[in-house]
T-cell receptor, first 112, second 114 residues
Framework: DAGVTQSPTHLIKTRGQQVTLRCSPK?????VSWYQQALGQGPQFIFQYYEEEERQRGNFPDRFSGHQFPNYSSELNVNALLLGDSALYLC???????????FGQGTRLTVV | QKEVEQNSGPLSVPEGAIASLNCTYSDRGSQSFFWYRQYSGKSPELIMS????GDKEDGRFTAQLNKASQYVSLLIRDSQPSDSATYLC??????????????FGKGTKLSVKP
């Protein structure tokens, strides 16, 4: 049973560019959430997708957007990258029936 | 007041000892509580979930929840060097069909010395 998979694992972008990160949820999971984890901090909630709609959003600017596809996979897009966007981006999936969330291996984004 | 607070540590214990990790949360509406383990450079791994007051045991791990005191703890018995990691406490206001989002503490770094 494949767990949550994310791609790519590492990425280096230049300030001002745009980036797209991808996530495939664990089998049987229909809810996908994205988190940003800066060094030395706990993950911060960005947004959550369910039934292809954004259901909840954390305190992140509109430069952060996302999408969920009919197969429950998801994308996170970040426009106009800033140096401060450098972080580990984590995707978590969970089933509707409970709130246990399982994380993918993350995408390490470095903005230079 | 931060929503979820943990002592950042580092907490150092000898091999074979009991490690005790603590967490407090501010929102009394919180319904679900989780402990994640995160090795350096890796993603968080779910090790315990607890929803009701009291203790929940799974192998060497015991989670304790006291909603009246807004307090969650994790005990690791017979600590091993492989338990050395950062332990993240997470709280979710959702329950069952109501999906909330996880609010994390900063994590407590645990070091188990051989």
């Amino acid at each position: 049973d494949a767990g949550v998979t994310q791609s790519p694992t590492h990425l280096i972008k230049t300030r001002g560019q745009q980036v797209t990160l991808r996530c495939s949820p664990k089998s049987g999971h229909d809810t996908v959430s994205w988190y940003q984890q800066a060094l030395g901090q706990g993950p911060q909630f960005i947004f959550q997708y369910y039934e292809e709609e954004e259901r909840q959003r954390g305190n992140f600017p509109d430069r952060f957007s996302g999408h969920q596809f009919p197969n429950y996979s998801s994308e996170l897009n970040v426009n106009a990258l800033l140096l401060g966007d450098s972080a580990l981006y984590l995707c978590a999936s969970s089933p509707t029936v409970n709130t246990e969330a399982f994380f993918g291996q993350g995408t390490r984004l470095t903005v230079v | 007041q931060k929503e979820v607070e943990q002592n950042s540590g580092p907490l150092s214990v000898p091999e074979g000892a009991i490690a005790s990790l603590n967490c407090t949360y501010s929102d009394r509406g919180s319904q679900s509580f989780f402990w994640y383990r995160q090795y350096s450079g890796k993603s968080p791994e779910l090790i315990m979930s607890i929803y009701s007051n009291g203790d929940k045991e799974d192998g060497r791990f015991t989670a304790q929840l006291n909603k009246a005191s807004q307090y969650v703890s994790l005990l690791i018995r017979d600590s091993q060097p492989s338990d050395s990691a950062t332990y993240l406490c997470a709280v979710n206001k959702g329950y069952g069909g109501s999906q909330g989002n996880l609010i994390f503490g900063k994590g407590t770094k645990l070091s188990v010395k051989p």
